[in-house]
């Protein structure tokens, strides 16, 4: 039972435009989200997180919006860089309860 | 800067041998977690532990079991490794509360023949 789903495997790019990974929930008890990055060979690392009170959270090139009606949750990279080419684990989690379910992950590729 | 290091970066084991994965982080966080990474599965939580001495199964916790003696280590083990077995193991930690991320360590590429 995947709770949280990624159904984009995989998502390439232009360097310089925009990049959008979508990510999608079905527990309605999740309220609070994160996307994590990792490298090949290294542990995701966190990257931007957003609470369910609000609907945006933006962090430089890094914006996450979050559509509580429709259980969907988008990154949003602008301007996409070589640099981010990596794979892009969605989570979430309940609030007071530490465990945290994971997305299968889009492999993004931003090619100069 | 919160520091979780796994003893192994790669490691390869023979079936039936019983395995090891060790975990320690630096910045005495409540929780640990093992999780791990195949593709096309994502990450998926084997265990965690949110206090010494105290664990709770995750999603996938059959075949494996854990350890936490010491608030800073937590240790997988893999009572009778199998093929299936073999994967990507992750170690995190995370402070208690809502909005806590978790920090992960570099990861243990474990392959089982």
């Known amino acids: 039972d995947q709770q949280v789903k990624q159904n984009s495997p995989s998502l390439s790019v232009q360097e310089g435009r925009i990049s959008i990974l979508n990510c999608d929930y079905t527990n309605s008890m999740f309220d609070y989200f994160l996307w994590y990055k990792k490298y090949p060979a290294e542990g995701p690392t966190f990257l931007i997180s957003i609470s369910s009170i609000k609907d945006k959270n933006e962090d430089g090139r890094f914006t996450v919006f979050l559509n509580k009606s429709a259980k969907h949750l988008s990154l949003h990279i602008v301007p996409s860089q070589p640099g981010d080419s990596a794979v892009y684990f969605c989570a979430a989690k309940t609030g007071g309860y530490q465990k945290v379910t994971f997305g299968t992950g889009t492999k993004l590729q931003v090619i100069p | 800067d919160v520091k979780v290091t796994q003893s192994s970066r790669y490691l390869v084991k023979r079936t039936g041998e019983k395995v090891f994965l060790e975990c320690v982080q630096d910045?005495?966080?409540?929780?640990m977690f093992w999780y791990r990474q195949d593709p096309g599965l994502g990450l998926r939580l084997i265990y965690f532990?949110?206090?010494?001495?105290?664990?709770e199964k995750g999603d996938i916790p059959e075949g494996y079991s854990v350890s936490r003696e010491k608030k800073e280590r937590f240790s997988l083990i893999l009572e009778s490794a199998s093929t299936n077995q073999t994967s990507m193991y992750l170690c995190?930690?995370?402070?208690?509360?809502?909005?806590?991320?978790?920090?992960f360590g570099q990861g243990t590429r474990l392959t089982v023949v």
């Open positions: 910045m005495d966080h409540e929780n």
């Open positions: 532990s949110y206090d010494v001495k105290m664990k």
């Open positions: 995190a930690s995370s402070l208690t509360g809502s909005y806590a991320e978790a920090f």
